[in-house]
């Protein structure tokens, strides 16, 4: 179906059988649609052929790392790429005229897509608190009302800077020198909401938040496993790194509450037989799980390792490797020994013979990899989940060896190295020691506030300022009408932004709109032309040099906004050389060079092809924990105990959209087409529910606190969930996750484990669909 004009959507629902393959052909004519319509045939060429290039641009879509210099397709980019990066370079623009003619509460009430197709933010513009209009401000007004504002807080604490994982390594840097500089560690950031879950669970475990994988253990591994993931849309060059494992041998095995089509079959569309041939088998088992069953299964899995060893003493475990570098490997054996057949066959929903298959397929592996994503972290037992992973892959020494680790697949493209940057709440002393000594100001100890306790903190007055560098906080977080009222309740908000969003009007009292240059675009600064530069999902950090004339000429960079806010803010105490910074980012990159273990002469090493690949501890038979070891650890769960007559709701991102901005109204794999808002169901559980296909419902929303959460107007389609387990899309969704409901540990929200029941809308009468 046809995008309709203005990216609204017509809400016309058509439903084809979802896809069994991902990729090919149609993949490609679908990207390059969706840039003629955004951009000039000639400027999408130019764009595509350098992005992931060696000195080209790094692709703003995932995190997927690139092949090595010389193994690189001419086309290094994937479908969503594309449309991610032209998206971008839309050469429609919202400007001065444009907010005269919305005012700020029509706005707010527009789609996320409608507001993301008006094209590129132009000027700074500023909304009083008495109007309803945004208004042009010049640049240096509104550095000083950002600066009066933070200095007349009564505590450098009641103010709250977010980061979205595009942010570049040197803007991250800068935005969280100056936090630490003003005096709060409140540095909330995306991956809150996406892998924190991992990153606890594994430094905990390991010493090291970060996955062990490269591309070559990929390749090289004998059993992948991909658990709550769907990479033919969110991370579809992981797809080429898996056909090549395949042809090297590998056996791969899906664990999903979905049939994706990525998972089942892939044609490589940079290869001749991708786009005539049938592609690759991508998963040669495929667990139809239940949401939140991951933990039981891992864990039903080890139990089944630890009876093979007693079957086959010596030949199972790598008892080495457990002695050598483990500690809690007794407690954990006796722990997993009792897990009951009964509890893992009803969280999981399989069958113990499928759980054998895979015990066997793993005693016939000497090198394993576990990829996971969002289908993990996002659930209440996220932490406890990838830690039974860890157990998993310990068990037969499958960490630090080529071909073996563990993998969470990063979303955003530099959400990694934002991380390393400094910006976390939670930044251990060694790296604020480091911050000291560096700069010679005294940085604040205590934690700061993550994305859910900003949330609270908003609600409650004890934050009044926001400024986010990227991101739609407001889609992006829990509990829409909670957090829309924190925003609401702030003085001041802003945002350094490209685009138009939600956030930028539910705002504070005053809101101030940034725009800045992305990423494709040249920047130019007194000390001539700057690059800027990223981490990918394997650590590997490198350089991304825009190439298109910027949107505006009022735009300033992420670095530039940044630089002066600080100086103008900060008025020389501590004496920190903004203007060099702003000047020539190599100045930041020496500072770093001596802050962050790993980027020692930052500026050389990371202009070679192929940058720096940043030191994994684990690859080095090193586990920095607490007790010098990798941990064993226990984890208990409850069989999760949905009340009759509801759901396991998970929200999920479709294939058109950047995750709380959809491009069309389209999921081409799923098929569906023309709305989004759907509500995926089991046949078997429609039957049960009394619902039919193409009938409206509520989702209605159930939580221990009793508020009204509702969803309203949703059309039901029937599609092979496993039983119990609802899907919908993220973020028209965002309403019915509790703020509250947070992964324990990690203090994630919960996006895929949300208990649901379905009412039929009051105002319809089910409709049968063609
Ligand atoms: N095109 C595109 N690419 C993107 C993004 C985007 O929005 N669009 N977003 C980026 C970002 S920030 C991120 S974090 C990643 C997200 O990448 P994903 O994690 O792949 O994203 P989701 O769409 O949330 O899909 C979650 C998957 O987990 C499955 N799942 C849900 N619950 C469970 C469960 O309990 N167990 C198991 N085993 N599976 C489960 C779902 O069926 C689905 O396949 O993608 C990145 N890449
Ligand atoms: N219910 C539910 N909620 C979720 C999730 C879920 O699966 N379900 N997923 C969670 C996850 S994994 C994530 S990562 C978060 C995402 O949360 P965010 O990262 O906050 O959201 P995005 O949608 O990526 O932000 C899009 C906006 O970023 C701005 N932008 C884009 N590129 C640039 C740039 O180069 N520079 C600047 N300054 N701005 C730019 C544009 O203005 C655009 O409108 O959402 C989380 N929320
Ligand atoms: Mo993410």
């Known amino acids: 179906m046809k995008k309709p004009p203005g990216g609204q959507p017509k809400d016309e629902l058509t439903v084809t059988p979802p896809k069994k393959w991902a990729a090919g052909v149609p993949a490609v004519v679908h990207a390059l649609e969706y840039s003629l319509e955004q951009t000039s045939p000639l400027k999408t060429g130019v764009d595509l052929l350098t992005m992931n290039q060696v000195g080209g641009i790094d692709c703003p879509g995932c995190a997927w790392a690139d092949p090595a210099p010389g193994h690189r397709h001419r086309n290094e980019y994937c479908e969503n790429g594309a449309k991610h990066i032209n998206d971008e370079a839309t050469t429609r623009r ?19 897509m409608w507001l993301n197709h008006q094209g590129r933010l132009t000027e700074p513009m500023v909304k009083w608190p008495e109007s309803d209009h945004y208004e042009p401000i010049s640049w240096n007004d509104a550095f000083r009302l950002l600066a009066t504002e ?8 009641e103010a709250v800077f977010y980061t979205s994982g595009r942010a570049s390594n040197e803007a991250a840097f800068v935005l969280q020198l100056f936090a630490r ?4 560690n409140n540095l909330p950031d995306c991956s809150n909401m996406c892998h924190e879950s991992s990153g606890f669970a594994l430094h905990e475990t390991l010493g090291t938040g970060k996955g062990t994988v490269s591309l070559h253990d990929l390749h090289h591994a004998d059993l992948i496993f991909l658990v709550g993931q769907n990479p033919g849309t969110n ?12 042809l090297n041998g590998a056996r791969v095995i899906a664990v999903n509450t979905l049939p994706e089509a990525g998972l089942l079959r892939f044609k490589n569309p940079q290869k001749a037989r991708g786009v005539i041939g049938r592609g690759v088998q991508i998963a040669d088992r495929f667990l139809h799980i239940r949401a939140g069953g991951d933990l039981a299964l891992f864990q039903a899995l080890n139990r089944l390792l630890l009876e093979a060893e007693d079957a086959r003493p010596g030949q199972v475990l790598d008892h080495d490797f457990i002695q050598a570098n483990t500690s809690g490997f007794e407690e954990f054996a006796e722990h997993v020994r009792a897990v009951s057949w009964d509890d893992v066959l009803t969280a999981t929903g399989l069958t113990r013979t499928q759980i054998e298959d895979v015990r066997d397929d793993v005693l016939r592996s000497e090198r394993v990899v576990v990829c996971w994503a969002m289908g993990v972290t996002q659930h209440k037992h996220g932490v406890p989940t990838i830690r039974e992973i860890v157990n998993f892959l310990m068990l037969r020494g499958n960490l630090g060896r080529a071909g073996t680790g563990a993998c969470p697949v990063r979303g955003h493209s530099n959400v990694q190295g934002d991380r390393t940057m400094g910006v976390w709440e939670q930044m251990p002393d060694s790296f604020l020691d480091a911050l000291q000594q560096e700069f010679g100001f005294d940085p604040p100890r205590a934690h700061g506030v993550d994305s859910v306790n900003s949330i609270r903190a908003m609600r409650e007055g004890r934050v009044k300022f926001f400024l986010a560098l990227a991101g739609n906080f407001v889609r992006a977080a829990p ?19 490209t685009k138009l969003n939600l956030s930028h009007t539910v705002c504070g009292r005053t809101a101030l709109i940034l725009p800045t240059l992305g990423r494709t675009e040249r920047d130019i600064q007194a000390g001539g032309e700057q690059f800027v530069t990223v981490e990918n999902s394997m650590s590997e950090v490198h350089t991304s040099r825009g190439r298109l004339k910027p949107a505006s000429k009022l735009l300033l960079s992420e670095v530039a906004i940044l630089c002066r806010l600080a100086r103008r803010t900060l008025n020389g105490k501590p004496d920190i050389p903004w203007d060099r910074f702003e ?9 770093i060079s001596r802050i962050v273990p790993g980027l020692h002469d930052f500026n050389r090493r990371v202009a070679r092809p192929g940058g720096i690949q940043l030191p994994n501890p684990v690859n080095e038979g090193v586990f920095p924990t607490a007790v010098g070891k990798a941990l064993f650890t226990r984890n208990d769960w409850e069989v999760p105990h949905l009340p009759e007559g509801h759901l396991l709701l998970q929200t999920l991102r479709s ?55 509702r969803a309203e107007d949703f059309e039901v389609v029937p599609y092979p969930t496993s039983r119990g387990c609802a899907a919908s899309y993220y973020p028209e969704t965002q309403g019915l996750v509790p703020l509250d409901s947070v992964a324990d540990i990690s203090n994630q929200p919960t996006s895929k484990g949300v208990v649901v029941r379905l009412r039929p809308t009051a105002s319809r009468t089910g409709t049968s669909m063609g």
């Open 583 to 591: 000047a020539d980012y190599g100045a930041i990159r020496d500072r």
């Open 655 to 709: 294939h058109d959209q950047w995750n709380t901005i959809p491009y069309t109204p389209n999921d081409r794999y799923r098929g569906i087409h023309g709305s989004r808002r759907v509500v995926l169901v089991n046949p078997a559980d429609l039957t049960e529910l009394g619902l039919s296909e193409g009938q409206h419902v509520d989702l209605i929303g159930v939580w221990s606190d009793g508020a009204d959460r």
């Open 150 to 157: 933070l200095n007349s807080l009564d505590s450098p604490d």
């Open 235 to 246: 991370h579809p060059r992981q797809l080429s790194a898996l056909e090549q494992a395949k």
């Open 94 to 112: 919202v400007t001065a005229d444009f907010f005269r003619d919305h005012s700020v509460s029509e706005l707010s009430r527009q789609s996320d």
């Open 181 to 184: 500089a003003f005096g709060t």
């Open 479 to 497: 509990d829409s009408e909670v957090t829309e009222a924190a925003m609401r309740n702030c003085r001041l908000t802003a945002h350094i932004s």
